[in-house]
């Protein structure tokens, strides 16, 4: 979503075979978080940065009365968005900004997406430009002190989800390059929200969809505790 992102990175987003879907569970945690705080039918809810619109169209049913359009800046992605979602428009969070005007939103999902960012402090500016004041901002991220990650770190592995090169996996566990370049805390995240002029309304957990089978009912477990779980979901309104 940031176009001022080095060509070699746009070059890797556009690429087919790099996953930009999420897990559901994360999808629809996310949206009854959201259905639960949305005061009346008819609401328009943009998903900045939808990528394939999978995430979208698992929340739409849990949304269901309410506006989803999907935004991002990825042709390849919006070409398979199209099929899943009503709405999708092009746009990215620099260079003019997203095609919506000040304070049109009541709502932005941002899922899976500031860990890709080169600049997150402009792309919370403009979410924040397309809400209107009390709108309200749905944003997941992996957690980079996941319970995993900690004995990762303890044993000397690198942590899932950071990733030190765009040609491959060096070091922890996993097999996907997905290019993330920042990870958060929930201490960290709280502390950005509020930087940005945003209220942090809760910061919950989610399972990560890649945990290898035998371990999800801990990775579930997990979720009771967001500051160890492995999806961090945030909910902030504007200020």
Avoid: K
């Avoid at 500016?125 to 992996?142: A, K, N």
């Avoid at 995993?148 to 303890?154: D, T």
């Avoid at 996907?176 to 910061?203: C, N, P, Q």
Wanted: aromatic residues 6%.
């Amino acid at each position: 979503m940031s176009s001022t992102a080095p060509p070699q990175l746009r070059d890797f987003y556009e690429n087919p075979a790099v996953p930009v879907a999420s897990g559901d569970a994360r999808s629809r945690r996310q949206a009854r978080m959201l259905a639960a705080v949305l005061d009346a039918p008819g609401a328009l809810i943009v998903d900045v940065g939808c990528g394939d619109g999978s995430a979208a169209a698992t929340a739409a049913p849990i949304l269901a009365g309410h506006r989803i359009v999907g935004v991002d800046w990825s042709q390849d992605a919006l070409r398979r968005a199209r099929p899943r979602l009503a709405h999708v428009v092009r746009g990215e969070l620099d260079r003019g900004g997203l095609p919506f005007a000040d304070g049109c939103a009541d709502a932005v999902l941002f899922s899976e997406v500031v860990e890709h960012l080169v600049d997150p402090d402009r792309a919370l500016d403009e979410v924040r430009r397309i809400l209107r004041p009390g709108g309200h901002l749905m944003l997941s991220t992996p957690n980079l002190a996941a319970w995993y990650n900690r004995a990762l770190l303890l044993a000397g592995w690198q942590p899932v989800f950071s990733e030190v090169s765009l040609r491959g996996i060096h070091g922890r566990p996993g097999r996907e390059v997905v290019g993330h370049l920042r990870l958060y805390t929930a201490r960290a995240l709280r502390s950005f929200l509020t930087a940005s002029d945003f209220e942090v309304v809760t910061i919950a957990g989610a399972p990560f969809h890649g945990v290898p089978r035998g371990l999800r009912w801990l990775d579930r477990a997990a979720c009771a505790v967001p500051s160890a779980s492995s999806v961090l979901l945030a909910h902030a309104r504007r200020r």
